[in-house]
């Protein structure tokens, strides 16, 4: 393998997850001539965190993670890359489980993908990483940074791959120690890499569903934690149409897995009502209920403070929905209120608002409260 000299003295350790983009990432560092080392991150173990609970009758399948290892461990070895093996379980669980449990207690749909890159990828890993003299951390996302007297978070060149909605929650700080080797690469030629390294996940399947539960059936996984509460599933009208297993397992905008037939459009969710545990459904995806046009974000970050009062710029209020132009307005407590351009669908409490201008990713704030105009939304 062909190595630039230029970089052979700065140390980078790259997360070595076991997929496509993280080692096609390792191939880059090494042919750009780093100082190149891996981890592999252990962040979820069943049986220690059903310890955590006092349930030991708690049955999961086991957790796809050593198959990822091994895979990792396959991908280093080939390459002449040193790969570290390092636990998370508990800082995942303090610091991005709980969180995502709180939040399903509060009937709404958090992302852990942004918790886990905030406080583990970019933080325990980080962390980790200077302990064992590393100058630079590499992560295999589709987003691109740049260094200079600020540190900025840059959409990836694969507009269908962009990973930065999950990025959002990460400080000018944490970015300074970043490198994304395949954020100017788009998907085919990252697998087309893997390929003429002749590396055996050049064809492995992404990754899909919440980071920790894997291919596993999300209602099953969760009800293991929180207790389910069926109920009615109504109407705007009120009218009873069906059951629900309990309004946490749904989110607005839904349509997969209600179980309502008849006649006319397909049923959609456009609301819940937590006090009389009813999930409000509708037919057609042009329901009122499901339109917003200003919204209330908490624990607002902004990677380097660099959005004016009243500025106009884009967001993403769900990952892959295309920007949506709005105005932003600083309130109180670390609290921003967003108004859009236009009504926008199915914008849904626990999950992320993220704001751009341009090819630029400025931060992201929780979703917390919903209106239409002065009407707020039962989300």
Same mark, same amino acid.
Not at 221 to 238: E, Q
Not at 253 to 279: D, H, S, T, Y
């Given at each position: 393998?062909?190595?630039?000299?230029?970089?052979?003295?700065?140390?980078?350790? %790259?997360?070595?997850?076991?997929?496509?983009?993280?080692?096609?990432?390792?191939?880059?560092?090494?042919? $750009?001539?780093?100082?190149?080392?891996?981890?592999?991150?252990?962040?979820?173990?069943?049986?220690?965190?059903?310890?955590?609970?006092?349930?030991?009758?708690?049955?999961?399948?086991?957790?796809?993670?050593?198959?990822?290892?091994?895979?990792?461990?396959?991908?280093?070895?080939?390459?002449?890359?040193?790969?570290?093996?390092?636990?998370?379980? $508990?800082?995942?669980?303090?610091?991005?489980?709980?969180?995502?449990?709180?939040?399903?207690?509060?009937?709404?749909?958090?992302?852990?993908?942004?918790?886990?890159?905030?406080?583990?990828?970019?933080?325990?890993?980080?962390?980790?990483?200077?302990?064992?003299?590393?100058?630079?951390?590499?992560?295999?996302?589709?987003?691109?940074?740049?260094?200079?007297?600020?540190?900025?978070? %840059?959409?990836?060149?694969?507009?269908?791959?962009?990973?930065?909605?999950?990025?959002?929650?990460?400080?000018?700080?944490? %970015?300074?120690?970043?490198?994304?080797?395949?954020?100017?690469?788009?998907?085919?030629?990252?697998?087309?890499?893997?390929?003429?390294?002749?590396?055996?996940?050049?064809?492995?399947?992404?990754?899909?569903?919440?980071?920790?539960?894997?291919?596993?059936?999300?209602?099953?996984?969760?009800?293991?934690?929180?207790?389910?509460?069926?109920?009615?599933?109504?109407?705007?009208?009120?009218?009873?149409?069906?059951?629900?297993?309990?309004?946490?397992?749904?989110?607005?905008?839904?349509?997969?897995?209600?179980?309502?037939?008849?006649?006319?459009?397909?049923?959609?969710?456009?609301?819940?009502?937590?006090?009389?545990?009813?999930?409000?459904?509708?037919?057609?995806?042009?329901?009122?209920?499901?339109?917003?046009?200003?919204?209330?974000?908490?624990?607002?970050?902004?990677?380097?403070?660099?959005?004016? $009062?009243?500025?106009?710029?884009?967001?993403?209020?769900?990952?892959?929905?295309?920007?949506?132009?709005?105005?932003?307005?600083?309130?109180?407590?670390?609290?921003?209120?967003?108004?859009?351009?236009?009504?926008?669908?199915?914008?849904?409490?626990?999950?992320?608002?993220?704001?751009?201008?341009?090819?630029?990713?400025?931060?992201?704030?929780?979703?917390?409260?919903?209106?239409?105009?002065?009407?707020?939304?039962?989300?």
């Amino acid at each position: 393998m062909k190595k630039n000299q230029n970089k052979k003295n700065i140390k980078v350790i %790259l997360g070595l997850s076991g997929g496509v983009d993280s080692a096609s990432s390792l191939i880059k560092l090494i042919e $750009e001539g780093y100082d190149v080392e891996a981890m592999f991150m252990r962040n979820w173990d069943s049986a220690a965190n059903n310890d955590y609970l006092g349930n030991p009758t708690i049955n999961e399948d086991v957790c796809p993670q050593e198959k990822d290892y091994m895979d990792a461990l396959s991908v280093a070895n080939k390459l002449g890359v040193k790969l570290h093996r390092v636990d998370f379980v $508990e800082e995942y669980w303090n610091d991005v489980f709980e969180h995502f449990l709180e939040e399903y207690r509060r009937n709404r749909t958090p992302n852990p993908d942004i918790a886990c890159n905030k406080f583990i990828k970019f933080k325990s890993f980080l962390d980790k990483a200077k302990e064992l003299g590393a100058d630079y951390i590499a992560m295999g996302h589709y987003a691109r940074v740049i260094h200079s007297d600020k540190h900025y978070l %840059l959409r990836g060149l694969d507009a269908n791959k962009d990973q930065t909605y999950f990025l959002s929650g990460l400080t000018s700080e944490q %970015l300074k120690y970043a490198l994304f080797p395949i954020g100017e690469m788009e998907k085919p030629d990252v697998r087309a890499l893997a390929t003429k390294y002749d590396l055996d996940v050049a064809k492995k399947k992404d990754s899909t569903g919440v980071c920790f539960i894997g291919e596993r059936n999300f209602k099953e996984f969760l009800s293991n934690y929180i207790p389910a509460k069926p109920g009615n599933m109504v109407t705007v009208d009120g009218e009873v149409v069906g059951r629900h297993d309990g309004v946490m397992y749904y989110t607005i905008g839904q349509r997969k897995g209600l179980g309502i037939g008849g006649p006319g459009e397909a049923w959609f969710v456009v609301g819940k009502n937590a006090q009389k545990n009813e999930l409000i459904v509708g037919q057609g995806d042009m329901q009122d209920m499901l339109f917003a046009n200003r919204v209330i974000l908490t624990d607002v970050n902004i990677i380097n403070n660099d959005i004016e $009062e009243g500025e106009h710029i884009t967001a993403k209020f769900r990952y892959r929905q295309p920007d949506v132009g709005i105005t932003v307005h600083f309130l109180s407590d670390n609290k921003v209120e967003v108004i859009t351009d236009v009504p926008t669908k199915a914008i849904t409490p626990g999950q992320a608002c993220v704001f751009y201008r341009g090819e630029y990713c400025l931060g992201s704030g929780t979703i917390d409260e919903v209106y239409m105009n002065d009407i707020k939304r039962n989300y």
